[in-house]
């Protein structure tokens, strides 16, 4: 079973910065890819960022250029560095890891940390 924990979300007023940590169970080098969704009220669940394990990135439009997404394989843990927030990046953060295995792809979440942009 794996485990993600995520942390350090909170309250940031408009244009501040945050740093989000998910530390996994397990070492993160046997995962795909691991990533950070967010799921604001009364949306459905949306892409932010992800890295794969040779250190390959993929943002959403909608922060590119604002939020970072890194590994430091030795803490089995993912990071995400959001800059120049706004409003609109409110949500509850959720951390991700996927393997394929056998061909079949599994995928596991954390419960989610709460970032809220204050105007």
């Known amino acids: 079973q794996v485990q993600l924990v995520e942390s350090g979300g909170g309250l940031v007023q408009a244009g501040g910065s945050l740093r989000l940590s998910c530390a996994a169970s397990?070492?993160?080098?046997?995962?795909?890819?691991m990533g950070w969704y967010r799921q604001a009220p009364g949306k459905q669940r949306e892409l932010a960022a992800t890295i794969t394990t040779d250190g390959s990135t993929n943002y959403a439009d909608s922060v590119k250029g604002r939020f970072t997404i890194s590994r430091d394989n030795a803490k089995n843990t993912v990071y995400l560095q959001m800059n120049s927030l706004k409003p609109e990046d409110t949500a509850v953060y959720y951390c991700?890891?996927?393997?394929?295995?056998?061909?079949?792809?599994?995928?596991?979440w954390g419960q989610g940390t709460q970032v809220t942009v204050s105007s």
């Open positions: 991700n890891a996927q393997i394929v295995l056998f061909g079949r792809q599994y995928a596991y």
């Open positions: 397990r070492s993160i080098t046997s995962f795909d890819a």
